[in-house]
């Protein structure tokens, strides 16, 4: 059984919007931190975005004023809206979340911008 489900990746011109959904299983939901990270093809994983404790946000560089995270305690969904994309967002989107001691991945959702 999957903890962690991504889903709204696809194919999305340059300039448009995607919204990344995660849903994290109540076995290991917690508010400590959520987190989307991203890797392209021949590059490392990178961290995307975070929501930790009360509800703080921090970005990458690369996507401040463009991305934002959010989450939905009652859903215990985790999202991350993405407007005006870039061809360099195109990546593999994973969701990841902290419980007791360690991180938790989901399966990842494939993203990609055409110029």
């Known amino acids: 059984q999957e903890q962690l489900v991504e889903s709204g990746g696809g194919l999305v011109q340059a300039g448009g919007s995607l919204r990344l959904s995660c849903v994290i299983s109540r076995s290991i939901f917690s508010l400590y931190d959520m987190n989307w990270h991203r890797q392209a093809a021949g590059k490392q994983r990178e961290l995307v975005a975070r929501?930790?404790?009360?509800?703080?946000?921090d970005y990458a560089d690369s996507v401040k004023g463009r991305f934002t995270i959010s989450r939905d305690i009652a859903k215990t969904t985790v999202y991350l809206q993405m407007n005006n994309l870039k061809p360099e967002d195109t990546a593999v989107y994973y969701c990841?979340?902290?419980?007791?001691?360690?991180?938790?991945w989901g399966q990842g959702t494939q993203v990609t911008v055409s110029s």
């Open positions: 929501i930790v404790g009360g509800g703080s946000t």
């Open positions: 990841s979340t902290y419980y007791r001691g360690r991180y938790y």
